[in-house]
């Protein structure tokens, strides 16, 4: 089949070729995506036989949504990868998209703040833990910023997936792009502390029961969602004295970073920790860190005093 002609239907390739990579189920639904972005925009512009400048315009197009670097980068290699699997495949004569440069897809540093030690301090002693809700949120946040756990991690956690092994008590989660339960975090006898006092203070029925569960009304019992996880901690942050944009939830996870590091942690290592599969994302962490050393050293400071004006 060769597909070279005036009118060319982008639509019937696309599930053949996102079925033809070798990927994981939801990298599959970022292709489609990708897929159904650059079709709508083809449309749009009345295109049916795109063309090497049609990639090009696509490209400046997407610099003029306000995306991140990140996004216009994963739409750029799908589109460059549906063009070369077109080409391999001889629906196409020509790989139209051979010579469009893709784009960098790092930031120097990230978008989140992280808490100091004081902060981390003043924000669990903010927590009452008299009551059931108390020692679960206690539990839920020493638990986030020891381990580095993500959200979506913790959500998905059972009570029988955290058992001992070698002497250490480890938790075991369905990482980032996994398939199954294959990764672990260290569960240090200060994390599990307020851990067994949260599940000894709630009714368990089973060791397949949600490690952390609602206390609503309406979902007593049942797991939480990344909705109300993070809502709560929001809502604790902000009890504590930590309202703001940069500080959320996922400042938890980034907090076990920064503070790992300078705790004397190699780059590897918490590369490792955190599940990271390329050490330039750990790499963000060091530039948070040279931030903090800036703030300390603080020329601005020393030379304001100096002038004593």
């Known amino acids: 089949m060769n597909a070279h002609v005036e009118n060319f239907n982008i639509d ?15 990298s599959r639904t970022t292709y489609l995506n990708a897929m159904m972005q650059f079709t709508r925009w083809c449309a749009e512009k009345k295109i049916t036989y795109p ?33 070369s699997w077109l080409h391999d495949s001889d629906f196409l004569k020509e790989n139209i998209a051979r010579k469009i440069k893709g784009i960098k897809r790092y930031a120097k540093s990230h978008q989140k703040e992280s808490l100091s ?7 669990l002693a903010s927590i009452d833990c008299s009551n059931m809700q108390g020692k679960r949120d206690y539990a839920l946040i020493n638990l986030l910023v020891r381990t580095g756990l993500r959200l979506k991690e913790v959500v998905s956690a ?29 569960l240090t006898p200060q994390t599990l502390t307020s851990l067994h006092e949260y599940l000894q203070s709630r009714e368990i029925k089973s060791e397949k029961d949600p490690l952390f569960v609602s206390l609503s009304d309406r979902n007593y019992g049942k797991r ?5 996880l993070s809502r709560l901690i929001k809502k604790r942050l902000r ?7 940069r500080i959320t939830a996922h400042s938890l996870r980034h907090t076990f970073g920064v503070l790992s590091m300078q705790a004397g942690a190699s780059l590897y290592e ?40």
């Open 12 to 26: 019937e390739f696309i599930h053949p070729f996102i079925a033809a990579q070798d990927i994981a189920l939801n």
């Open 51 to 83: 063309k090497h400048e049609t990639i090009l315009s696509y490209k400046f197009w997407l610099d003029t949504k306000g995306l991140s670097s990140y996004t216009k980068a994963i739409y750029i290699i799908v589109i460059r990868r549906f063009f």
């Open 117 to 123: 030690i004081e902060s981390l301090k003043k924000l």
């Open 158 to 186: 059972n009570l029988d997936d955290m058992y001992e092994q070698r002497g250490e008590m480890l938790l075991w989660i369905h990482g980032k792009g996994r398939s199954s339960k294959d990764e672990f975090v260290l």
């Open 224 to 228: 939480l969602t990344m909705f109300s």
């Open 239 to 245: 009890a504590a004295g930590f309202d703001s944009k």
């Open 270 to 309: 918490v590369q490792l920790a955190m599940r990271h599969t390329a050490p330039t994302t750990t790499q963000l962490y060091l530039g948070d860190i040279e931030r903090l050393k800036r703030l300390e050293a603080s020329p601005e400071r020393k030379m304001s005093n100096l002038l004593d004006l």
